[in-house]
């Protein structure tokens, strides 16, 4: 069974700093991709960061220069380092995998930017 786990979320304040983790465990049938989606409140969910079996990664326009991915060599976590948080990025991040086996998801954590 493949479970997904993040932590690192919590309140901070604008210009402030977290880093998240996601920590994948379980048998994953080729790893094409890792990434980091987010839902603020009454809005979708949307792409963070996400970074492929080749090491690319992409980033949504309003992180770009702010938040970095990043994964460990055996696809086991993923990181998401974010700077200069702003209080637009308040929301409940998840760490997602896509595979051949299928897209998994974890539960989520939240984000809180406030002063």
């Known amino acids: 069974q493949v479970q997904l786990v993040e932590s690192g979320g919590g309140p901070v304040q604008p210009g402030g700093s977290l880093r998240l983790s996601c920590a994948a465990s379980?048998?994953?049938?080729?790893?094409?991709?890792m990434g980091w989606y987010r839902r603020a409140p009454g809005k979708q969910r949307e792409l963070v960061a996400v970074?492929?079996?080749?090491?690319?990664?992409n980033y949504a326009d309003s992180v770009k220069g702010r938040f970095t991915i990043a994964r460990d060599n055996a696809w086991t976590r993923l990181y998401l380092q974010m700077n200069s948080l702003q209080p637009e990025d308040t929301a409940v991040y998840y760490c997602?995998?896509?595979?051949?086996?299928?897209?998994?998801w974890g539960q989520g954590t939240q984000v809180t930017v406030s002063s």
């Open positions: 997602n995998v896509q595979s051949w086996g299928g897209d998994y």
């Open positions: 379980g048998t994953i049938v080729r790893i094409n991709a």
């Open positions: 970074i492929s079996r080749g090491g690319s990664t």
